[in-house]
């Protein structure tokens, strides 16, 4: 049996892994109470991840990523 290493990583490699950081630097400040600055950090991990979906060409993750974003962009303009 062999493992074979993957030699190299597209781009949806690191997008996802810099938004899925992103979105957990925005649990951490929501967690800590620093507001708006968490919503902020959201957005830019929602943004990655529905470059992602569309990457990917998933459909869910473009739908769950576009509704979450109009949620916070929302509450953001609501303040």
Do not use: C
Request: no cysteine; proline share 1%.
């Amino acid at each position: 049996m062999t493992i074979q290493l993957k030699e190299s990583y597209g781009k949806d490699f690191y997008i996802k892994w810099v938004a899925s950081i992103m979105q957990i630097i925005g649990y951490a400040l929501t967690g800590l109470g620093i507001v708006p600055l968490n919503s902020y950090f959201f957005i830019f991990g929602l943004i990655g991840w529905f470059a992602v979906g569309v990457l990917w060409n998933d459909r869910a993750l473009i739908l769950i990523h576009i509704v979450a974003g109009a949620a916070l962009i929302s509450g953001l303009l609501t303040r």
